[in-house]
């Protein structure tokens, strides 16, 4: 038997399996579209999402049911433009300096004889810059003897915090700042130095650092005891490269949102799986908001544990299907207006009315969201994004909803997401992490500066003090805890100002 003859002998598909087939194609053609156009909105496009006008979605995708609402749009009013001499910008907290510019004694003599009196004057303001300086300290420490006795003496030096190291605090400190708070790589840095006439290698930086660092790892210790104590969570996780293992690591963010004990403590681990968080948080108890990572659900499962949901996600992959222009654009559209709706009722109501606020004002509101959704999901699931913003949604809707139950629980986990911000801004300028030893120091710097932001303290002036502090932390003279930022005695930084 030849080959042609085998070949007319195949099964050939019926015509419902065409049909099947081609409604396949159709949906993978759909879903292609989606997220080529997904990612070139979030290539090229804007990175508010903020919802666009309904008329830039006139295209072929969209069912004749998914109208937008008419929305009036408020008349165009003229901004006023703001000066362009600089006067808002507030000079009051920097040092003065005045010229004065005087006339001579002969030019205050009048061509007619009379001598000229002071009537006024007028002033300009310029903002200079000074360089930074470097400059050498150098500690003499003199000898002296007694010929007679041979007796010996020596003056001493006092007590240096960072031991031998050639920088000093506040060198240290400044390296410290512009790595992990201004994100600039040491190499960067050190190219900066030269300019200063001084070669100091990037590696050397790297070693003053970690050296520094490691002195102050028992507040590291101190703010993973705050974990535990602590009774209001948000956590979120974000890569990062871990050269010395060659793959990709994870830093964890947990952010403390109590009033008296806000803090945000990293951490660097090998990994995203659910032994990470159950290590640090073991016997937790509490408010714990996350996103719905599944890394979570032995917490979910703990009835000591609340776990709210975050609806800034929920709302994410709604936007997702806006940007994207797939079917079911416009009730995409209405679930995030009513989202934003919820996000406006908190904003507006103070601690005291805002539970109750929530419940007259709030529940409305997710019950409508919650008919939408529904109905989206009486036929079948759609595919592409609004199946996934739907079933995000749905199976996350028994933790997004208990913000109506307890007024401390946030609408999102916005906070902790902003401080990962930080982490993801330093990563793209010095690509990864050398080890996971290093990433501890890592974690401890970037703790200790965003903890500094979140409670109104100058990082600067926190970190001069404290890494003054190491000796007397290394002989336990100190309680670590009453070091960290959110309940350091302010009173003690202002000798560093």
């Not at 003199?142 to 007796?151: I, P």
């Not at 007024?407 to 997401?417: A, H, P, Q």
Request: hydrophobic share 35%.
């Amino acid at each position: 038997m030849n080959e042609s003859t085998c070949q007319h002998k195949k099964k050939q598909p019926t015509y419902d399996e065409l049909l099947a087939i081609n409604e396949q194609l159709k949906e993978e053609v759909q879903w292609l579209k989606e997220q080529f156009q997904l990612s070139q909105v979030n290539r090229f496009g804007s990175s508010s999402e903020s919802l666009p006008q309904a008329s830039l979605f006139g295209d072929d995708t969209t069912a004749e049911d998914d109208v937008l609402e008419e929305q009036a749009i408020p008349a165009h009013k003229r901004q006023k433009r703001k000066p362009k001499n600089g006067r808002n910008i507030d000079v009051s907290k920097l040092e003065r300096e005045i010229i004065e510019h005087d006339l001579s004694d002969q030019e205050k003599q009048c061509a007619c004889g009379c001598q000229m009196e002071l009537m006024g004057a007028d002033s300009t303001e310029k903002i200079d810059f000074i360089p930074p300086k470097l400059k050498v300290i150098e500690h003499v420490e003199y000898k002296y003897t007694c010929r007679a006795c041979q007796t010996l003496k020596q003056s001493k030096k006092p007590e240096q915090p960072l031991g031998k190291m050639m920088a000093t605090v506040a060198f240290l400190v400044e390296i410290v700042l512009k790595k992990f708070q201004h994100h600039l790589p040491y190499y960067r840095q050190s190219k900066i130095f030269k300019q200063s006439r001084i070669d100091i290698p990037d590696n050397t930086l790297a070693n003053w650092v970690m050296k520094g660092g490691d002195g102050l790892l028992i507040l590291y210790e101190a703010l993973v005891k705050e974990l535990k104590s602590t009774r209001r969570l948000q956590v979120d996780e974000s890569p990062i490269r871990v050269l010395s293992q060659d793959k990709k690591g994870y830093v964890w963010c947990y952010h403390s949102y109590e009033q008296d004990n806000r803090f945000f403590l990293y951490e660097i681990a090998s990994g995203r799986s659910a032994h990470v968080v159950n290590q640090a948080l073991d016997g937790y108890q509490g408010i714990l908001q996350t996103d719905g990572y599944s890394s979570y659900n032995a917490f979910r499962a703990d009835p000591n544990v609340i776990t709210p949901g975050c609806w800034a996600h929920a709302r994410r992959k709604f936007f997702d299907v806006v940007k994207s222009k797939s079917v079911g654009f416009a009730k995409a559209s209405k679930i995030i207006r009513l989202m934003d709706n919820l996000f406006d009722i908190d904003a507006q109501s103070n601690d005291t009315e805002r539970l109750a606020r929530r419940i007259k004002e709030s529940m409305p509101v997710v019950n409508e969201i919650k008919v939408i959704v529904d109905d989206c999901l009486l036929g079948p699931l759609p595919k592409g994004n609004m199946g996934k913003a739907l079933t995000y949604i749905t199976n996350q809707w028994p933790h997004l909803i208990l913000f109506l139950e307890h007024e401390s629980v946030e609408l999102s986990t916005n906070w902790v997401e902003n401080a990962i911000r930080p982490f993801a801004l330093g990563r793209k300028n010095w690509l990864f992490i050398n080890n996971l030893e290093t990433g501890k120091i890592t974690g401890l710097f970037y703790s200790l500066i965003q903890t500094c932001i979140a409670n109104q303290i100058e990082p600067r002036e926190y970190l001069t003090y404290v890494l003054n502090q190491i000796p007397r932390l290394r002989r336990n003279e100190m309680d670590a805890r009453s070091l960290l930022p959110q309940f350091i005695d302010p009173q003690l930084l202002a000798s560093t100002a």
